[in-house]
């Protein structure tokens, strides 16, 4: 195994962006999701993040382990299980519309009991798991358009002092690194008679397993840090003000200036209908069950 | 090579963010980016759900030894990365619960407890763990989701988030915690640092 | 005293804080623009603390006291602000993996000129023309971590020399290198020199680094100047067994002192109808996609060998061992361990018979106690509690370690953690004792002693236990040419993925073509050894060699 970023280079819209941009419009519309309770306002909110993630044509084959753990999430824990099944409606909710009503269950202890579904809850559940579907779809297209190598810049232009923005980058620097000393690490054991795949008894012995690779390893990486330390002193390194030299590869262009402009306008959109009209909180089309 | 350990190291503040923290906080990032990653792969017999990851001891440990601001960033960063190298997405709320566990081994010496070589300390070490996964999971699974994102009920996103996550991570901390400490102990013992 | 001296050292000295001994007294001397001073001594004679009274991290860095001074340029260094001395000295230090800070080539130049705070387009230009210099453009762009050993230490010299210093210290930057990038990276240190840069260059192997042709050698012994004048001085002054001399010189101070009997070592000899141990039969390898990595290697390996794989980085020696420890199944062919297929055997299995100790101690050491360390592998082999208690007390009798068995390997000095990890083999009752570059990491005094007393060469001292002799096999993987020579019954030549050529060292090492296409120089050892070859019959450690040719 390579550690290697799922960095996809492509010449997509959304991979011109600016690293700046595609973070700003996440931001503004995890916002969103927020102001939002409305099941309509939500999904049209998803809609438009799909279609800025369908802009980045991002290959599907690398993507669907991403799309597979979030959906799981939002289908199965978050609108079904956890709301759906047995969550509560809404406070404002007074009459509820049965969908359908399980078969008794007997418990021990608890004694029997029959849970009945409504279609309250339902609503609940789908817009509860259109937050993290639309969330998802807004960061995607910038984890795999954006080189990692641009974090500390990026991060610099957006405010970062050098020193937090200079650690992302030696972050960077190290992740091969320490990944091929693991993978050393690992032969070294084996070698021993160590074996990955054998079972331990009890959760404490298999939770001890993991020592004979994880303290050389952490051990290894920190060990040389002080060296690290002088060699940057060496060279300068916080004496003043740095020069990011790449700095000029980011640079704002129309396209980013209109992408930051339609998030801004779907934040304010957002932030109106809910302060001065009845959209954006929980909706429940009571008349579409009389 | 031994005289490396004459070098000066001031006590400093505790959120001092100098050249010394830069690079454990780089290193730690990956190191903790690195093994999630690994051990997201290897795919350990008997975990489903709760994943299993031995690799929380990385955060706390890091902020013990080298403070709140470096267990922080290696908590949240070395999340990031470790899912950026999976290939999973970016969950904010949970990369900064992840610098959480970090961040709060870090504040001991605040409470006026230092790990020195006692025995003693490997079983605060192990208090320590058990206390950051809690109240650093607490804050995606019990303030985030069910209060910001509005994600679950309070009672669903503790039993179905906070519990699994808490408990799996005090686990794998307390028992893992202490050993990487004792490792580095033995050898700081040998630099003379 | 003339301003124009860039580096001028009157009675300098230091003392670390809460150490009792000065680590540097009294050294006093002076450096021209242009002049390459040799520094040579064993761990702890005061080098890196000579170095870094010169860049400053000292007083800045380390606590203690200083006596005398240093002056960059006519000014003391002390009173140098940072950013200045940055662009005055600069420091390359031993491992280009600790040097190096970019993920990228063309990051890792910027970086101290971005730290300098100098303008985008200026630091783009020094860039571009640094590494342009050093015929490095075409790897501007490239990953640092994927770089050679030899690229990787070039790039870091190339990050100093864009902040155009006038001083250059170079702490034993070819130690990690095989031979022809350290040949390499010394003529660069010899033209930096003529193009006016004063060089400070740090080498305990004399011998390699008078490739560089160093104007004086300043040789420090415990903290004290021993010599400081001109190279060919050094030989009569020192002592050969600590630093790495020519070899005509050393058989000179040996037949003029005269030196321990080692003639008598016989050459080891494989029982010829015994069962190979390992066996490889038409092994091909290949990662993924890519190009074969091993091709068509066929070896056998006996009982009573002393095998040196010798390749330059890069050829497929540590694949080649990987398949004989069974971490690696070959694409084709096989590799039979006592007759038995390594497909059919899991890791654990194979290491009943081949034992193998990774380059670097850090790897693998990790358990509370040494004898916790020990135990570890007979456990995981299936053996009883009883029986893996009792191999690693075996194994810390046979390695001195007694007295250490409770304390951590982590709190051990290096040159313990390595027995440590030869221990572990021992205690796993392999038959094969497999060692990556075991002399990494140590100087050259050290790494001989340590190879004396695995090979059991040297018998009256204290410390040398013939461990070999309680192996079957030893097998070292190595890129130093006089080691294979020195202590090796076999040699087998790894190239271009496969074994270029596979015999005794006498045979194998002859060839001048061979040597070339495998990356391998010439040592003087090789030098002397291939003219006493009528009279000796076989090559010969320099001690040996010494009474033959008397």
């Not at chain 2, 990031?80 to 709060?104: E, P, T």
């Not at chain 3, 050829?315 to 390594?342: N, Q, W």
């Not at chain 3, 890791?347 to 916790?372: D, I, N, R, W």
């Not at chain 3, 509690?385 to 009798?397: D, I, K, L, N, P």
Request: proline letters at 5%; a neutral charge; one cysteine or more.
């Amino acid at each position: 195994m390579f550690a290697s970023f799922q960095y996809i280079p492509g010449q997509s819209f959304v991979h011109r962006l600016d690293p700046r941009t595609k973070l700003i419009a996440f931001l503004l519309v995890v916002v969103c999701t927020i102001i939002l309770d409305d099941a309509r306002l939500l999904l049209a909110l998803f809609a438009l993040s799909l279609a800025y993630y369908l802009l980045a044509r991002l290959p599907w084959r690398t993507l669907w382990r991403a799309w597979a753990f979030v959906l799981f999430f939002a289908i199965f824990l978050v609108g079904g299980f956890s709301t759906i099944l047995f969550g509560q409606p809404p406070a404002q909710v007074t009459t509820l519309h049965p969908l359908l009503t399980l078969p008794p269950i007997t418990l021990p202890i608890i004694g029997t009991f029959q849970k009945v579904i409504a279609w309250e809850t339902v609503f609940l559940g789908f817009a509860r798991m259109l937050r993290p579907l639309a969330i998802m779809a807004m960061i995607l297209p910038f984890s795999f358009t954006t080189s990692p190598y641009l974090y500390g810049v990026a991060f610099r232009k957006l405010g970062l002092s050098d020193g937090v923005a200079f650690a992302l980058d030696l972050a960077m620097r190290y992740v091969p690194t320490i990944a091929r000393d693991f993978f050393i690490t690992v032969d070294a054991q084996r070698a021993r008679g160590y074996e990955l795949e054998a079972k331990a008894a009890g959760i404490i012995n298999m939770i001890r397993r993991a020592a004979p690779l994880m303290v050389p390893v952490t051990i290894h990486a920190i060990a040389g840090g002080e060296e690290v330390v002088e060699a940057m002193e060496l060279r300068a390194f916080g004496v003043g003000r740095r020069t990011w030299s790449e700095a000029d590869t980011l640079h704002l262009k129309t396209a980013d200036y209109v992408v930051l402009g339609l998030a801004v306008l779907v934040l304010l959109t957002c932030l109106g209908l809910r302060w001065f009209t009845s959209y954006g909180s929980y909706w429940f089309p009571a008349e579409w069950f009389a | 090579m031994a005289t490396t350990s004459m070098r000066a190291q001031p006590k400093e503040n505790l959120w001092a963010f100098g050249t010394r923290e830069i690079v454990y906080s780089a290193i730690g990032a990956a190191l903790y980016g690195v093994l999630n990653w690994v051990f997201n792969n290897l795919q350990l017999p008997g975990t489903n759900l709760v994943s299993f990851r031995p690799p929380v001891a990385i955060p706390m440990f890091m902020g013990i030894v080298f403070g709140p601001l470096v267990g922080f960033f290696t908590g949240f960063f070395g999340n990031v990365l470790g899912d950026l190298l999976s290939g999973y997405g970016f969950y904010w709320h949970w990369d900064v619960g992840n610098g959480l566990m970090g961040l709060l081994p870090g504040l001991l010496p605040l409470v006026g407890i230092s790990l020195a070589r006692a025995q003693r300390s490997y079983v605060i070490a192990a208090v320590t763990a058990i206390v950051a996964s809690l109240v650093g999971m607490a804050f995606p699974a019990l303030l985030i989701n069910p209060f910001v994102m509005r994600e679950m009920d309070f009672g669903a996103a503790f039993a179905t988030l906070w519990l699994p996550a808490a408990v799996s991570n005090s686990v794998n901390g307390a028992i893992l915690v202490p050993i990487l400490l004792a490792a580095w102990n033995a050898y700081r013992a040998r630099s003379g640092r | 005293m003339a301003v124009d001296m860039p580096l001028v050292i009157e009675d300098l000295g230091f003392r670390y804080a809460a150490r009792t001994e000065w680590a540097l007294q009294g050294l006093s001397l002076s450096l021209r623009p242009g002049e390459m001073l040799l520094v040579a001594g064993a761990s702890g004679s005061g080098k890196s603390t000579l170095l870094r009274c010169i860049n400053g991290l000292i007083p800045r860095s380390y606590r203690g006291d200083m006596a005398g001074s240093v002056r960059v340029n006519g000014e003391e260094v002390q009173n140098y602000p940072l950013a200045k001395l940055a662009q005055t000295v600069g420091t390359l230090l031993q491992d280009p993996e600790k040097q190096i800070l970019g993920a990228h080539v063309k990051s890792e130049v910027a970086f101290g000129l971005e730290n300098l705070g100098l303008p985008a387009r200026e630091i783009k230009a020094r860039v571009a023309g640094t590494l342009a210099r050093l015929g490095l453009s075409e790897l501007r762009d490239r990953d640092t971590f994927a770089l050679s050993g030899g690229e990787k230490q070039k790039v870091a010299l190339a990050g100093l020399l864009a902040m155009e210093p006038s001083i250059l210290l170079l702490d034993e930057p070819v130690s990690s290198l095989d031979a022809a990038s350290a040949r390499e990276a010394l003529l660069l240190f010899r033209q930096l020199a003529d193009e006016g840069k004063t060089v400070v260059l740090v080498e305990h192997r004399v011998e390699d680094a008078l490739a560089a042709r160093p104007d004086r050698v300043l040789y420090l012994k415990a903290g004290q100047v021993h010599y400081l004048g001109d190279p060919n001085g050094l030989a009569d002054v020192v002592d050969w067994r600590q630093v790495k001399l020519p070899t005509p010189a050393v058989i000179r101070r040996i037949q003029v002192q005269g030196g321990r009997d080692l003639a008598s070592v016989p050459p080891a000899a494989p029982t010829p109808n015994a069962p190979p141990l390992v066996a490889f039969q038409n092994v091909s390898f290949h990662y993924g996609d890519g190009p074969d990595v091993l091709r068509d290697i066929n070896l056998e390996i006996r009982a009573g060998e002393r095998v040196a794989l010798l390749g330059s980085n890069g050829a497929g020696k540590s694949t080649l061992v990987k398949h004989a420890i069974g971490l690696i199944k070959p694409r084709r062919g096989r590799v039979l361990i006592e007759g038995r297929d390594t497909r059919d055997l899991s890791v654990a299995q194979v290491a009943k018979t081949v034992g193998y100790c990774f380059q670097s101690p850090s790897h693998m050491l990790f358990a509370p106690t040494v004898k916790e360390e020990l135990a570890f592998g007979p456990r995981n082999l299936g053996y009883t509690e009883t029986e893996a208690q009792q191999f690693s007390a075996e194994a810390v009798a046979m390695l001195k370690l007694v007295g250490l068995e409770d304390y951590s390997p982590l709190s051990l000095s290096f040159g313990q953690q390595k027995r440590v990890t030869i221990a572990c083999v021992v205690a796993m009752r392999s038959k094969i004792l497999a060692l990556d570059e075991p002399t990494a990491g140590q100087d050259f005094g050290t790494y001989m002693s340590f190879m004396d007393s695995l090979t059991g060469v040297g018998g009256a001292d204290d410390m040398h236990t013939d461990i070999a002799s309680h192996f079957d096999v030893l097998l070292f993987i190595t890129h130093d040419l006089d080691l294979a020579i020195s202590y090796a019954s076999r040699v087998v030549l790894l190239a271009d993925h496969t074994i270029a050529a596979d015999g005794p060292p006498h045979e194998v090492l002859r060839d001048q073509a061979l040597l070339d296409r495998c990356r391998l120089v010439r040592t003087s050892l090789l030098e002397e050894n291939l003219r006493a070859l009528p009279h000796t019959g076989r090559f010969m450690r320099v001690e040996a060699l010494a009474q033959r040719v008397g």
